[in-house]
């Protein structure tokens, strides 16, 4: 075993948009990071600037990534002990594998348990087993279900209205335990509407932002469902990673849930309109039929975020909109 100062943190969905974005902070503040990732929905060009420096992967100057293809609902541990047999143990993980669509948990609930539920309980197991000291995971305002106060509070009643929103709180829940009786510390964050570069746009259940901003670059039309008088609080995904990171690295916020979002929210037809200005003005905007069990509103209360990460989300609307137009 080599011992080295650098933390060492494995990230599931690694490869994925958010964690992509969460490996290139990592690096950037001195981690030494390996990503577990069953590239169903991540892509190896996502961590291609990294080019897999570590020790499992192609040598690097500066060895800061590997790159291990394992489905985490499956079990880490295989995976993981040659990495840890070259490095030592884990530090802290970041848990964001996950199957992502609400729509599809509905029509697939017990796949939906398998990856999203048991994902987050084979993480914490390794955790216990081997004396991870921290795991962050990524849970969704999809906990909430429908609520009537808004900004939404963390300690509003949960209802959630798919497989997805009660896997993820089902997750939290087992987060919960696993600190308060095996001394893992733990933190949740619900993140609201994500955006940013590296988001795809292939799937109709992708972010709204990525099917927009990848229709207007092409002067294409956009479709609103429903009169696009319903809100999202958009966050940006350089500012998530930074909350995710931060919770990764610091040693507070144990036991806790909190909403990641920027506390401000806009009607999707404002959304829309915005996207064709910054683009240039040429794609038309039509209205189809709204999407059943569609939530009104939502926007986050972040001011636990504030209080026990120091997180506030920075990035103005039209400044992350041309960031994900120019894409990185
Ligand atoms: C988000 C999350 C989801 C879950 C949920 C919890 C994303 C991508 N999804 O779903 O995982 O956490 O929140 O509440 O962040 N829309 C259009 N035209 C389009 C596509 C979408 O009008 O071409 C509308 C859509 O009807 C909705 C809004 O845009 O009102 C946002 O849609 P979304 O799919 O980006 O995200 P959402 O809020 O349904």
């Avoid at 800061?64 to 070259?86: E, R």
């Avoid at 746009?201 to 002067?219: L, Q, T």
Wanted: with cysteine.
């Amino acid at each position: 075993m080599t011992s080295s100062s650098r933390p060492l943190v494995a990230v599931t969905g690694g490869a994925g948009f958010i964690g992509s974005h969460t490996v290139d902070l990592l690096i950037a503040r001195g981690c030494r990071v390996v990503v577990l990732d069953d590239f169903s929905t991540g892509k190896r060009a996502n961590l291609a600037r990294w080019a897999d420096s570590g020790r499992f992967g192609l040598a690097g100057a500066e060895p800061s990534l590997d790159v291990l293809t394992v489905d985490v609902s499956h079990g880490v541990f295989a995976a993981l002990a040659p990495v840890t047999a070259a490095y030592g143990a884990i530090e802290r993980i970041v848990h964001l594998a996950a199957q992502v669509s609400v729509v599809h948990s509905i029509a697939n609930p017990l796949t939906d348990l398998r990856v999203n539920y048991g994902g987050t309980l084979q993480v914490l197991e390794y955790a216990r087993a081997t004396g991870v000291k921290k795991v962050v995971f990524a849970s969704s305002a999809a906990v909430y279900g429908d609520v009537t106060a808004f900004p939404v509070d963390e300690d509003v009643a949960c209802h959630p209205l798919s497989p997805y929103g009660a896997h993820k709180l089902a997750s939290e829940h087992a987060l919960h335990y696993y600190s308060a009786v095996h001394g893992v510390q733990t933190t949740a964050l619900r993140f609201f509407n994500v955006y940013g570069p590296r988001q795809d746009p292939s799937s109709p259940y992708s972010g709204v932002i990525s099917i927009f901003a990848d229709r207007a670059a092409g002067g294409r039309e956009l479709t609103i469902f429903g009169d696009g008088e319903q809100s999202r609080d958009f966050v940006y995904v350089g500012d998530v990673v930074r909350a995710v990171v931060g919770a990764a690295l610091g040693d507070g916020a144990d036991r806790a849930s909190i909403n990641v979002g920027t506390g401000t929210e806009i009607t999707v037809k404002e959304l829309a309109q915005t996207i064709v200005d910054v683009t240039g003005g040429t794609s038309t905007i039509r209205h189809a039929e709204a999407r059943p069990g569609e939530i009104l509103r939502s926007v986050a209360r972040v001011e636990r975020a504030e209080r026990l990460l120091g997180f506030r989300a920075e990035t103005r609307l039209r400044d992350g909109l041309a960031a994900t137009l120019q894409g990185a």
